[in-house]
């Protein structure tokens, strides 16, 4: 179980590092249609992505690979509030007759990580590394 617990942290914190990049990339690419079309909006744009978006997804990618006990609970809650997202935008979109397959593969891979994040060796290995000595 140990090597699920220490290569795990390596792939959830690139899942992290991946989902921050792709939130970054995608938010940077509305930027110029945005600045043509409601440059008025632009400040809250970015502030919402920034701080809903990529910003907690680099701190959660952070905190899990130096062994954060706050980077495990805010890793659950990312990773619950992506898998409503994602499965629940996926039906909406399964129902209308158009398929998007990105909206299910991030569902299940945030509840694949959600899954590592709360099996109970991963629990007791934040819980050491985080003991005062």
Request: overall charge positive; charged content about 10%.
């Amino acid at each position: 179980m140990t090597k699920v617990v220490d290569w795990g942290h390596w792939v959830v914190g690139a899942v992290f590092v991946l989902l921050g990049a792709d939130l970054l990339l995608s938010s940077t690419m509305h930027v110029p249609g945005l600045i043509r079309q409601h440059p008025q909006e632009v400040t809250y744009f970015v502030l919402d992505h920034a701080l809903l978006g990529w910003l907690p997804a680099f701190f959660c990618a952070w905190g899990v690979f130096r062994w954060r006990s706050w980077a495990r609970k805010l890793g659950i809650a990312l990773c619950l509030f992506f898998a409503a997202v994602g499965s629940g935008s996926w039906i909406y979109f399964h129902l209308a007759g158009r398929g998007n397959t990105p909206l299910l593969v991030m569902a299940l891979l945030a509840g694949t990580v959600f899954v590592w994040l709360i099996l109970p060796p991963v629990r007791a290995e934040y819980s050491r590394r985080n003991q005062i000595a």
